[in-house]
């Protein structure tokens, strides 16, 4: 059966993983495929929802009926987030964000020259999880947040922990390594509430843990 339940409702969704540019040509990134952001995007947009989708360099298809953003660094992905979140009713962060990037790139392609390679400095990038719930918070709005959190041990502590430092309402966690979550066709995750909840989501299609999330979303929107 189709649910309507998020007809009238607008969300934001990331996908994929940026890229953080070394030269022209070169770059630091993550193997993330994109794959459940957009299966996050096309289950919102079945359920009725108004759809933007911010994907950081996926080569999926584009998903039908829902508005698409290309983004390569995480400048520009906190850049389109902070635009795209004004007036949402849930953002979801499930673009891999890298954590840092080259304080400079280069003009041009960086060249061997037989001496020692020249070493890439790096600085922090904005944590935009953290940034959109202060945001949410300066404006004083309802609004659901979403995030992702990849880890590879003690899943369940590591996740509360991060999901009080971030603020944000629910934090999906999977448990990575191994070949799990990163590029596979499946997910599996325990989805954190900021009301203490923890629900279970069994492996399954990607599609499925999409479903999930939104039940847990409509559970917390505003009548
Ligand atoms: O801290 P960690 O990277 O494990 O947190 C993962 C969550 O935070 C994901 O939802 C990711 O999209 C988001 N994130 C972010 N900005 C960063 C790093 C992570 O929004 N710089």
């Known amino acids: 059966a189709t649910r309507s339940d998020l007809a009238g409702r607008r969300v934001v969704v990331s996908a994929g993983g940026t890229r953080e540019a070394i030269d022209p040509v070169r770059f630091l ?7 459940q952001g957009y299966a996050l995007a096309r289950t919102a947009a079945a359920r009725g929802a108004d ?12 998903p039908a009926g829902v508005r698409l953003v290309r983004v390569e660094s995480a400048v520009e992905l906190a850049e389109a987030m902070e635009t795209e979140r004004a007036g949402a009713d849930a953002v ?5 964000v890298a954590d840092f990037r080259p304080v400079t790139s280069a003009a041009s392609k960086i060249k061997k ?3 020692a ?14 940034g959109l719930v202060a945001s949410r918070a300066r404006e004083h709005t309802e609004q659901t ?15 509360r922990a991060k999901l009080a430092r971030k603020g944000c309402d629910l934090l999906v966690v999977n448990q990575v ?9 499946d997910n599996q995750a325990t989805v954190l509430g900021s ?13 499925d843990l999409a479903d999930r999330v939104w039940d847990l979303v409509v559970e917390r929107l505003p009548g």
């Open 113 to 115: 020259s037989g001496d």
């Open 51 to 62: 759809v933007t989708l911010v994907a950081a360099n996926v080569s999926l298809p584009d």
């Open 195 to 207: 009301d203490g909840s923890a629900v279970d989501i069994p492996t399954g299609p990607k599609e």
């Open 145 to 159: 947040i979403v995030g992702f959190a990849a880890e590879t041990d003690d899943v369940i502590a590591n996740g």
């Open 92 to 96: 979801v962060m499930s673009a891999a």
């Open 177 to 185: 390594g191994g070949g799990r979550a990163f590029g596979t066709e």
């Open 29 to 35: 990134g993550n193997h993330s495929s994109g794959r």
């Open 117 to 130: 390679p020249a070493p890439i400095e790096l600085v922090e990038n904005p944590d935009i999880l953290a």
